[in-house]
Protein backbone atom coordinates (compact mmCIF):
# COMPACT_ATOMS: atom_id res chain seq x y z
CA UNK A 1 0.00 0.00 0.00
CA UNK A 2 3.36 2.53 0.10
CA UNK A 3 2.74 2.48 4.03
CA UNK A 4 6.56 1.56 4.17
CA UNK A 5 8.88 3.71 2.11
CA UNK A 6 12.21 2.59 2.90
CA UNK A 7 14.06 -0.31 5.05
CA UNK A 8 17.22 1.80 4.96
CA UNK A 9 20.10 1.11 7.56
CA UNK A 10 20.30 3.59 10.21
CA UNK A 11 24.37 4.78 10.57
CA UNK A 12 25.98 6.32 13.40
CA UNK A 13 27.68 9.44 11.39
CA UNK A 14 30.10 10.55 13.86
CA UNK A 15 31.79 6.88 13.39
CA UNK A 16 32.41 7.45 10.17
CA UNK A 17 33.94 10.71 10.35
CA UNK A 18 30.83 12.91 10.77
CA UNK A 19 30.65 14.38 14.52
CA UNK A 20 29.28 17.66 13.79
CA UNK A 21 25.20 18.00 12.40
CA UNK A 22 23.72 21.04 12.08
CA UNK A 23 20.32 22.60 10.45
CA UNK A 24 21.59 25.62 7.46
CA UNK A 25 18.46 27.63 7.11
CA UNK A 26 18.34 29.62 3.54
CA UNK A 27 16.42 32.21 2.18
CA UNK A 28 15.44 32.46 -1.36
CA UNK A 29 14.67 34.29 -4.64
CA UNK A 30 11.65 32.46 -5.21
CA UNK A 31 11.76 32.60 -8.92
CA UNK A 32 15.13 30.27 -8.22
CA UNK A 33 13.41 27.99 -5.64
CA UNK A 34 13.20 24.68 -8.13
CA UNK A 35 17.02 26.09 -9.77
CA UNK A 36 18.38 25.86 -5.75
CA UNK A 37 16.50 22.54 -4.72
CA UNK A 38 18.38 20.96 -7.58
CA UNK A 39 21.56 22.52 -6.55
CA UNK A 40 21.23 21.49 -2.78
CA UNK A 41 20.64 18.06 -3.83
CA UNK A 42 24.24 17.54 -5.01
CA UNK A 43 25.64 18.03 -2.41
CA UNK A 44 26.60 14.68 0.07
CA UNK A 45 26.69 16.25 3.47
CA UNK A 46 23.03 17.42 3.30
CA UNK A 47 21.18 14.40 4.19
CA UNK A 48 17.55 16.12 4.36
CA UNK A 49 16.19 19.57 2.91
CA UNK A 50 12.46 21.06 3.71
CA UNK A 51 10.59 23.58 2.18
CA UNK A 52 9.28 25.95 5.71
CA UNK A 53 6.59 28.31 6.11
CA UNK A 54 8.24 31.40 8.15
CA UNK A 55 11.17 33.37 7.95
CA UNK A 56 13.61 30.95 5.85
CA UNK A 57 12.05 29.07 3.03
CA UNK A 58 14.52 25.81 3.28
CA UNK A 59 16.41 23.97 5.89
CA UNK A 60 18.48 21.80 5.46
CA UNK A 61 19.92 19.18 7.66
CA UNK A 62 24.20 19.03 7.09
CA UNK A 63 26.54 16.74 8.36
CA UNK A 64 30.13 17.57 8.31
CA UNK A 65 33.96 16.63 9.88
CA UNK A 66 34.15 19.65 12.20
CA UNK A 67 33.61 23.47 12.48
CA UNK A 68 35.72 24.28 9.45
CA UNK A 69 34.25 21.96 7.60
CA UNK A 70 30.79 23.36 8.07
CA UNK A 71 31.96 26.21 7.38
CA UNK A 72 32.74 25.49 3.93
CA UNK A 73 29.30 23.61 3.45
CA UNK A 74 27.81 26.33 4.30
CA UNK A 75 29.84 29.31 2.20
CA UNK A 76 28.98 26.50 -0.47
CA UNK A 77 25.57 26.81 -0.14
CA UNK A 78 25.87 30.75 0.09
CA UNK A 79 27.19 30.56 -3.06
CA UNK A 80 24.33 29.24 -4.59
CA UNK A 81 22.68 31.47 -7.20
CA UNK A 82 19.26 32.27 -6.09
CA UNK A 83 20.15 32.15 -1.96
CA UNK A 84 20.11 35.63 -0.17
CA UNK A 85 20.78 34.44 3.51
CA UNK A 86 21.68 31.54 5.52
CA UNK A 87 21.25 31.04 9.03
CA UNK A 88 23.23 27.79 11.13
CA UNK A 89 22.35 26.31 14.07
CA UNK A 90 24.53 23.98 15.25
CA UNK A 91 23.04 20.33 16.84
CA UNK A 92 24.67 20.10 20.25
CA UNK A 93 23.35 16.42 20.91
CA UNK A 94 20.70 14.23 19.40
CA UNK A 95 18.00 14.05 22.45
CA UNK A 96 15.22 11.89 20.90
CA UNK A 97 16.08 10.09 17.83
CA UNK A 98 14.16 9.66 14.88
CA UNK A 99 11.26 7.47 15.53
CA UNK A 100 7.59 6.23 14.39
CA UNK A 101 6.90 3.06 16.64
CA UNK A 102 4.83 5.77 18.96
CA UNK A 103 2.65 7.16 16.16
CA UNK A 104 1.74 3.50 14.73
CA UNK A 105 0.49 2.59 18.37
CA UNK A 106 -1.29 5.17 18.40
CA UNK A 107 -3.04 4.86 15.41
Known amino acids: AGVIRSFAPHIDLAKVG???SAYIHLTLRQVDFDKVI???ATIPYVTQ???MA???DLTCRVVARDHEHLET?????????GVERIRTDI???HRIPH???QLIREL
Open 18 to 20: FPL
Open 38 to 40: ARV
Open 49 to 51: ADS
Open 54 to 56: GAE
Open 73 to 81: ISLGLMRIE
Open 91 to 93: VLR
Open 99 to 101: RLS
